[in-house]
Nanobody
């Protein structure tokens, strides 16, 4: 059973918006933070945004600052990504992940212990 389940992906025109959601599925765990990554065909998985529950701090990749907003519910292990002003370069499979060990960074895949199966986001011009 996949521990995290993403939803909200789809096809959108450039300049449009999408809201991704991620929630725990069936497994009980505690996380210190959660994040979003994305992976386009032929490219490595890259950091998009993260949130640390203890202080409410949020972190963003430079490429999405000012366009994407991460939010979430720590006790429920749920995280959301509001994506505005989408561009074709944002096309990718988006994955959510949970930090189970209070990683210092939250910007690398190795900082996370649980992952979702991904949701496709396609932005057309």
């Amino acid at each position: 059973q996949v521990p995290l389940v993403e939803s909200g992906g789809g096809l959108v025109q450039a300049g449009g918006s999408l809201r991704l959601s991620c929630a725990a599925s069936g497994r009980t765990f505690s996380s210190y933070g959660m994040g979003w990554f994305r992976q386009a065909p032929g490219k490595e998985r890259e950091f998009v945004a993260a949130i640390r529950w203890s202080v409410g701090s949020t972190y963003y990749a430079d490429s999405v600052k000012g366009r994407f907003t991460i939010s979430g519910d720590g006790p429920r292990n749920a995280v959301y990504l509001q994506m505005n002003l989408l561009k074709p370069v944002d096309t990718a499979v988006y994955y959510c992940a949970a930090d189970l060990r209070a990683a210092s960074s939250l910007e690398f895949p190795a900082d996370y212990g649980l992952w979702g199966q991904g949701t496709q986001v396609t932005v057309v011009s």
